[in-house]
């Protein structure tokens, strides 16, 4: 989650949370009391508060390989020499 959209500082004491979807809302809010007491306890400032949105980019990236071919093609696009592999030992795919 925080990995893509790490949390930012909108205000002085407004931190903007950007989720991916509902659910990561649903579960953050029901953990919000307890990240704002230790993020106020913490830092010492209670006037901390937490914005939630939920980003509506698209993760192109991270599509998915679910046949044999997807991976190979996803695997074969990290790394090159694995063509040259698969055509020297004249391996197929199943």
Do not use: C, W
Not at 44 to 52: M, P, T, V
Not at 80 to 90: D, E, I, S, T, Y
């Amino acid at each position: 989650m925080y990995k893509n959209h790490p949390p930012q500082l909108l205000q002085a004491n407004t931190l903007l949370i950007k989720l991916r979807n509902n659910t990561q809302e649903h579960e953050l809010n029901k953990e919000r009391s307890t990240i704002l007491s230790y993020l106020r306890r913490h830092l010492k400032n209670a006037g901390i508060s937490l914005n939630l949105e939920i980003s509506q980019e698209e993760d192109k990236t991270a599509q998915k390989a679910f046949t044999v071919a997807d991976k190979y093609k996803a695997m074969a696009e990290k790394n090159p020499a694995l063509a040259m592999f698969r055509k020297q030992f004249n391996l197929d795919l199943e």
